[in-house]
Each structure stands twice: as structure tokens, then as C-alpha cells.
């Protein structure tokens, strides 16, 4: 995110723990619903991942080796479960909303139609919780 420009502030920090707590409900639920993800599919995103650091590195596995500290093996050992869980939340977002046919400007205007004094009160101890 940081290369990518986004200042590094307390709301980026908010961003990277929202997004890991989302993944990790969608890992639950994708486990919960028997989502399965095939070591092809693990190896293939994880050759992906490799190669773009390679390209970066210009092919050299010495380089690699320099920059990660660990051999290009070591690396595919120790990423496999992560790609893993990737795979398996990216699987049950797909299955949420694969069916899902709705317009971001839809939501918005749903979301604006419910009248404030409609919308519940969330207690501190809730929001507290979620960190």
C-alpha cells in the first residue's frame, strides 16, 4: 500500500486490519462450507508470485537469495499456507456474491433511503471488540 502511495497514517493501519479480519471470516466460512483449493491451484498461484519476484530480481536466484535471505524452495515452503488461505477466502467471496447483481450506486441509495433514527446504536464495548 505504501508503494503504492497511501500515506502511512493510523487509517492505513485500520485498512490492513479490516482487510485481515474480513479474510479471515472468509477463510472460516470457506472451511465451515467445505471450499476446497487443489495443490495445483496453490502451486500455480505461488509460481505466479515467484516469478514476478524473479522478473524483479532479473532471473538471478542469488539475488532472490540476498534480498528474501532464503532459498527459492524455502520461500515456496513458507508461502503455501498463506497462498492457501488466499485462495480459499478469494473462493468464498466468489460464492457470496456470484449471484449478487447490484449496483455500488444501488447500495448507496438503499443504505441512504433507511431513516437515521432507524439505524441502530452501536455500544462502545461492539466497536471495541472488533480490534
Known amino acids: 500500500m505504501l508503494q503504492q502511495g497511501m500515506p502511512e497514517n493510523s487509517e492505513l493501519y485500520c485498512l490492513i486490519w479490516q482487510d485481515l479480519l474480513f479474510n479471515s471470516l472468509l477463510m472460516h466460512s470457506a472451511q465451515v462450507d467445505s471450499v476446497e483449493v487443489s495443490n495445483n491451484e496453490i502451486e500455480q498461484e505461488i509460481d505466479r508470485r515467484l516469478q514476478y519476484f524473479m ?7 542469488e539475488e532472490f537469495k540476498k534480498n528474501f535471505g532464503k532459498t527459492v524452495l524455502e520461500f515456496k515452503d513458507e508461502i503455501r499456507p498463506l497462498v492457501k488461505n488466499n485462495i480459499l477466502a478469494r473462493k468464498m467471496r466468489g460464492e457470496i456474491t456470484e449471484k449478487t447483481d447490484v449496483t455500488p450506486k444501488e447500495v448507496k441509495a438503499f443504505f441512504q433511503s433507511i431513516p437515521k433514527d432507524s439505524l441502530p446504536v452501536l455500544e462502545e ?4 471488540s472488533q480490534i
Open 55 to 61: 522478473m524483479q530480481m532479473r532471473g538471478s536466484e
Open 125 to 128: 464495548e461492539y466497536k471495541i
